[in-house]
């Protein structure tokens, strides 16, 4: 026998559960007068194992939205004490294997390589579904019963009993003839009705189709639980149910309801419920403000003397010559304009028309820039563009030819500023550092950040300016991606090094050791690519392993899973 497990994952110090247990005495709470006393679990070994008992419902195909627009009286009681959202993510391939693989090993597509439906070329010996977790540390039985043969087949392991049937009746009717068998532990049913009227009629709760289907599955969902009420051991069992969709399905969308996030796309969004009786309802909402999500990161604080610069000998690849083309763009927000023309990127030795180089300095205190050094005299922007403190714009120039004439083009938040004007012949070069900040002896400092700084060897196309502007993270996906000589995200917020990630590696140093400052700005101007944090911030169907191992004692830490843990909040303990 593998019964005496570790340390529970969710186990509570008995202080504690006294103190919830005396709140209990006083909140008369008849709706949970049959939850089962954990009272006596402080955190220690678990004597029998066998008492934790898990059903995992996997219901293809529905959309967390539709649920409970549909008629569901069982998943809505369940709810009541679960934790439960409707705004879960599946893998943004949008196939089911894939969204099956992760809700039943806990490690996403980049491990279990699960990324065609017919599991080709797959890794699931190194990574294998939870069951032969459960078999490796328990002796509890395992069992599954399901419509798809590829799941059943392909990924379902180390199960006791492993059945496929052609209808959801018949899994229904298999599930609840194991859910009868007094060895029943942990079970496993797969659902495909709600999916295939999906397919046939449409993905939302307004089709008659598919909500009937979403109601059916939830008359099935309450015979399943009373057939777990019914079972003659019950009193002495505690049952986690746990009830996902492993994605959703295609349906159009109101288009103001779209973000540039896969919350918004109905073919990835899913349900999940994590239901006992001793559960307090926990709701998990995706984000507010998808439409406008924070740039963040930890900035230099340009002012004063500070300035960082490139090493003067790595600088001559920004030394632009009489040919070639380049583009150079950076986000720029000032605190405090300062006096008289502040430096804010340049190389040259001296940010006055008369030296040889180009710079791009505030043209006063009023909210102006120019470029001066690749023309013959300073090109300034309008006061129609004047820049405001605290707030960021993208701004920036270009370099190119049209036949023979060599022209610069100014630009800001992504449109051209003004005509181009001809350089044709004129030489900028010289032996000095690539310089962001102060320069002494010209102008008095402003306060200002810059970050996200591109230098190209080409001239990036107008309409890529304007559409890469808003973004904050270059990748592939840019055109001119390989063009690049020179990216300084500038957020990385330590030391004195900013980090220079295109492919000529010529970081930035502080001159003197910077103040960083952490930020998070919203603004409407930037189209930010969200991160994989943004959808951990509700349970996904790839944290089920984790729970169900917590669940059944078994100690997950050294499976590096990829499911986030999420705990459970207890009502009161009493019976």
Known sequence: MKNKIKK?????????????????VFSCNKELADKKDFSNNTGGEVAD????????????????????????????????????????????????????????????????????EDFANN????????????????????AAFSISQSLSSKLISNADVNSTFATDEAVKTATLTELANNDAAVVLA????????????????SVPQYAAAITNIDTYI???????????????????????????????????LMDQTLYSKPLLNSFVILYNPIFKSTIYNKPTNLNSLP???????????????????????YNFGTTGEYTVEFKLKVQAFGTLNAPIFFKTSSPANA?????????????TWRLGGLASAAIATPTTKAMEVNTWYNIGFKVYFVGTVRYVQLYQDGDPVGPATVITGRNANNSEPLVAGYRSGYGNSATQFITDVRIFNAAVPDAIIKDFACQVDLDSRHPNYNNLIGYWPSLNGAGTLVKDYSKSKNDFVFQKSPQWINFEDYDSKFCIKPTPELYQKVPRGIDIPRFILGWLNINATGFNLDGKVWTPIYNNILK
């Open 295 to 317: 740039y963040y990161g930890s900035y230099g604080k340009l002012s004063g003397d500070t300035l960082a610069s490139v090493d003067a000998v790595k600088s001559n690849a």
């Open 123 to 142: 890794k699931l010996t190194d990574y294998p579904m939870f069951f032969k977790r459960v078999k490796d540390n328990t002796a509890l039985r395992t």
């Open 190 to 205: 797969e659902f495909q009705g709600v999916d295939k009227a999906g397919a046939q009629y449409g993905y939302d709760a």
């Open 355 to 367: 030296t040889t180089g180009w710079w791009i300095i505030h043209n006063g205190s009023n909210g």
């Open 49 to 116: 194992a066998q008492k934790q008992k898990v059903l995992y419902i996997i219901v293809d195909g529905a959309r967390g939205e539709s649920i409970f627009k549909s008629p569901t009286p069982n998943l809505s009681r369940m709810i009541k004490t679960g934790m439960f959202t409707i705004n879960s993510v599946s893998d943004e391939n949008g196939l089911n294997s894939t969204s099956w693989a992760d809700m039943l090993t806990g490690y996403d597509k980049t491990k279990h390589k699960v990324i065609s």
């Open 222 to 256: 309450g015979e399943l639980n009373n057939a777990i009420k019914a079972r003659a051991s019950f009193s002495k069992e505690n049952w986690l149910i746990v009830i996902a969709s492993n994605k959703g399905g295609n349906y159009p969308v109101i288009p103001a």
């Open 8 to 24: 529970p994952a969710f186990s509570y110090p008995l202080a504690a559960l006294l103190i919830v247990a005396l709140v209990a």
